[in-house]
């Protein structure tokens, strides 16, 4: 290294040098130019016999006394036998190494299920694991490392839904408690599994057995979403029709009950509502499954309106014209209850990712690209889900374990 005065350089100089080359600034700190006219820093020394060179970064983001910080690290450890490159090359290896070592919550989540995809006898557990974890989890801890998933984001993402949707909030915890176990076994993270139930969950959470029935439920459970529809076709007048197209498209009651044939296309199979008509300001073009076009070819036009379910006067209906037909229906439910079916049935039933499902029911992504993407290639999966939608809705279990296929006929 010499013996070399120090700081040599000043930041007026070294601001002033262009030309290419080395400049000392003593102690074995050099200010490099090169012939592309890129300008960094370099530490130089001799190690067993050999020269050696490591930079220290470029200028002016690593100033001159930073740099004269850094080389008098170097100097420091060249006193105390280490090599400085080696030692920052081992720095760097180790922090590979940890990151190697670490996975997000998503990450184990995916690596979990291929792990066990094989050993599950029904084909749809894994699409079933993988919406509900994407559906509840994901949003909340779906970027954190599964060694920091604690008690307390665990209770941020089963609080919300234990008591409104307690069989699939019980059965997420389940699945996440799974996750985490392997998740300890590889390595991943260490302690107490947080999502465990007994002698823990079951201190801060109400037994799933023991959750209050609440007596006005706002959303059939989708199992039961076939039985309704058939009783539903059962009903006479615009209410019910109105009803049921909502349900067929998970349209919003207001978007519904202010449809107009201008805005059907029958033979694309298409109805775009206006921004102006919905929530979020943006216009909304919902596939017709074919149940729904049936039920619209169905409907009687009346003169002088053009809405797709006009009142008696031909205006439009009031939300309380479909909240009548559920009571009177003995339906302790709200009309916007079943677009929460559809998410729970879409979510835990089927391979739609939830971008698809998210923008069938109008929601505004969070995530600028997600929501272009969304904009931009979703319609024709947005169909295929509304169909089999449809399809579902027309199967009703009876007992004896056959099903009943229903047909959209009304009276």
């Given at each position: 290294?010499?013996?070399?005065?120090?700081?040599?350089l000043s930041?007026?100089?070294?601001n002033a040098?262009?030309?290419?080359?080395?400049?000392?600034?003593?102690?074995?700190l050099?200010?490099?130019?090169?012939?592309?006219?890129t300008?960094s820093?370099?530490f130089r020394?001799?190690?067993?016999?050999?020269?050696?060179?490591m930079?220290?970064?470029?200028?002016?983001?690593?100033?001159?006394k930073?740099?004269?910080?850094r080389?008098?690290?170097a100097?420091?450890q060249?006193r105390?036998?280490?090599?400085?490159?080696?030692?920052?090359?081992?720095?760097?290896?180790?922090?590979?190494a940890?990151?190697a070592a670490?996975?997000?919550?998503?990450?184990?989540?995916t690596?979990?299920?291929?792990?066990?995809?094989?050993?599950?006898?029904?084909?749809?557990?894994?699409?079933q694991?993988?919406n509900?974890?994407?559906t509840?989890?994901?949003?909340?801890?779906?970027a954190?490392?599964?060694?920091?998933?604690?008690?307390?984001?665990?209770?941020?993402i089963?609080?919300?839904?234990?008591?409104?949707?307690?069989?699939?909030a019980?059965?997420?915890?389940?699945?996440?408690?799974?996750?985490?176990?392997?998740a300890?076994v590889?390595?991943y993270r260490?302690?107490?599994?947080?999502?465990r139930?007994?002698?823990?969950?079951?201190?801060l959470l109400a037994?799933?057995?023991k959750v209050?029935?609440?007596?006005?439920?706002?959303?059939?459970?989708y199992?039961?979403?076939?039985a309704?529809?058939?009783e539903?076709?059962?009903?006479?007048?615009?209410?019910?029709?109105?009803l049921?197209?909502?349900?067929?498209?998970?349209?919003?009651?207001?978007?519904v009950?202010g449809?107009t044939?201008?805005?059907?296309?029958i033979n694309?199979?298409?109805?775009?509502?206006?921004?102006?008509r919905?929530?979020?300001?943006?216009e909304?073009?919902i596939?017709l499954?074919e149940?729904a076009?049936?039920?619209l070819?169905?409907?009687?036009r009346i003169?002088g309106?053009?809405?797709?379910?006009?009142?008696?006067k031909?205006?439009?209906?009031?939300?309380?014209?479909?909240?009548?037909?559920?009571?009177?229906?003995?339906?302790?439910?709200?009309?916007?209850?079943?677009?929460?079916?559809?998410?729970?049935?879409a979510g835990?039933?089927?391979?739609?990712?939830r971008?698809?499902?998210e923008h069938?029911l109008?929601h505004q992504?969070?995530?600028?690209?997600?929501?272009?993407y969304?904009?931009?290639?979703?319609?024709?999966k947005?169909?295929?889900?509304?169909?089999?939608?449809?399809a579902?809705?027309s199967?009703?279990?009876?007992?004896?374990?056959?099903?009943?296929?229903?047909?959209?006929q009304h009276n």
């Amino acid at each position: 290294m010499g013996q070399h005065t120090l700081n040599r350089l000043s930041v007026t100089k070294v601001n002033a040098l262009i030309e290419r080359g080395y400049y000392a600034d003593g102690g074995g700190l050099y200010f490099r130019v090169s012939a592309f006219s890129t300008r960094s820093w370099a530490f130089r020394y001799t190690r067993a016999g050999k020269a050696r060179e490591m930079g220290l970064g470029a200028y002016p983001d690593v100033t001159l006394k930073e740099a004269r910080e850094r080389a008098a690290e170097a100097r420091k450890q060249l006193r105390e036998d280490i090599d400085p490159i080696d030692q920052r090359q081992e720095a760097k290896s180790a922090m590979i190494a940890t990151r190697a070592a670490v996975l997000t919550f998503d990450q184990c989540a995916t690596a979990y299920i291929a792990a066990h995809r094989s050993g599950w006898k029904n084909a749809k557990h894994a699409d079933q694991w993988k919406n509900t974890i994407s559906t509840y989890a994901s949003p909340i801890i779906g970027a954190v490392s599964v060694d920091l998933v604690s008690t307390v984001t665990l209770l941020k993402i089963l609080e919300p839904i234990w008591t409104t949707k307690t069989e699939t909030a019980s059965r997420l915890r389940g699945r996440i408690e799974s996750m985490l176990d392997w998740a300890t076994v590889r390595g991943y993270r260490k302690g107490d599994n947080p999502a465990r139930w007994k002698g823990h969950l079951d201190k801060l959470l109400a037994a799933p057995s023991k959750v209050r029935k609440i007596e006005h439920h706002a959303a059939l459970p989708y199992s039961d979403v076939g039985a309704f529809l058939a009783e539903l076709r059962q009903q006479a007048g615009m209410g019910a029709r109105a009803l049921e197209f909502a349900i067929l498209t998970v349209a919003r009651s207001g978007e519904v009950r202010g449809a107009t044939w201008a805005e059907v296309d029958i033979n694309s199979a298409v109805w775009t509502i206006p921004a102006e008509r919905m929530k979020a300001g943006r216009e909304h073009r919902i596939p017709l499954s074919e149940a729904a076009l049936e039920l619209l070819r169905a409907l009687p036009r009346i003169d002088g309106s053009d809405l797709l379910f006009p009142n008696t006067k031909g205006t439009e209906l009031s939300d309380m014209t479909l909240t009548a037909v559920l009571r009177r229906m003995g339906r302790p439910v709200t009309a916007h209850g079943f677009r929460s079916s559809f998410r729970d049935w879409a979510g835990e039933t089927t391979a739609y990712p939830r971008e698809v499902i998210e923008h069938a029911l109008a929601h505004q992504l969070k995530d600028k690209a997600e929501a272009a993407y969304a904009r931009g290639s979703l319609f024709d999966k947005r169909r295929r889900l509304m169909a089999d939608w449809a399809a579902y809705c027309s199967v009703v279990a009876v007992k004896g374990g056959t099903v009943v296929q229903l047909r959209g006929q009304h009276n």
